[in-house]
């Protein structure tokens, strides 16, 4: 990384509270052109929400956010063309072919309906679904629907990628292609900026890792740098002392002594 270069994200003094409960509590990151960036945290931790608030989807906040230099609470929305998202849950248009949703998504961002189209074909082909590309998304499978989302979120060849749990459903092969354009797209200067429960997948793809806690960053570097100032061998492990949750056993013992407590059988 170049130290002179500006930010693509910039986020200062970031506080967000949903009625009565403080989310995020004082957040400041900056992000370069070309990370891979792990954003993790336990579940509620807000991280769904601090993309949201990139986004522009949720209002509200405190503090200030900057996308390639503009702070976007200034009411153009210009940005958004040049971002691409793959949300947690895959809202898809289930009556709609993929050919369907896909120009219309790229024509959403401004690309003509035959360009968007003749990509998607290619990039349809490529994750192995050409055959499945006029059929409608409602008859596809779990991972089918994911490499659309994935397809959607990457036509318009955006600078920064937001995804949530990107390889969900994703068979090993797909899983390797998909970690492999996400490394191609870093190196060419793109951002990617996801999140995912998947500590050994966070641990090899990504060239920072950003764990998020109470409302703060608790841990921000690479898997080395945070191995080492923790001393734990796995990302899981270190995942597991700094949330500090070392109750996993009683847990587990605890559950299974209910359910071995003897069903109320007749
Ligand atoms: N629209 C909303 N209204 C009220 N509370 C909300 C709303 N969205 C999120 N929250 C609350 O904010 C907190 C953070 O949620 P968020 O979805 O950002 O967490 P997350 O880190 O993405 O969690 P997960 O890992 O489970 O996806 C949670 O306590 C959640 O209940």
Redesign the pocket.
Known sequence: MDSTEEPVISIAGLWMN??D?M?LRGIDLEVYRGQIIGYI????????????IMLGL?EGYNGTVRIFGRDISDGDTAYKRRIGYVP?VAELYDSLTAREYLTFTGELYGMRNTDADLRAEKLMRLLNLDKAYDMRIASYSKGMKQKVLLIASMLHDPDILFL?EPLSGLDANSVMVVKEIFATLAARGKTIFY?S?IMDVVEKISSRIIL?DGGDIVADGTFAQLREQSREGSLEEIFNQLTGFDKYREIASEFVAVIGEGAPHE
């Open positions: 949903y009625s409960r989310v945290g336990p579940n509620g931790a807000g991280k769904s929400t601090t993309v949201k949720v947690e949530d999140s429960h998020l």
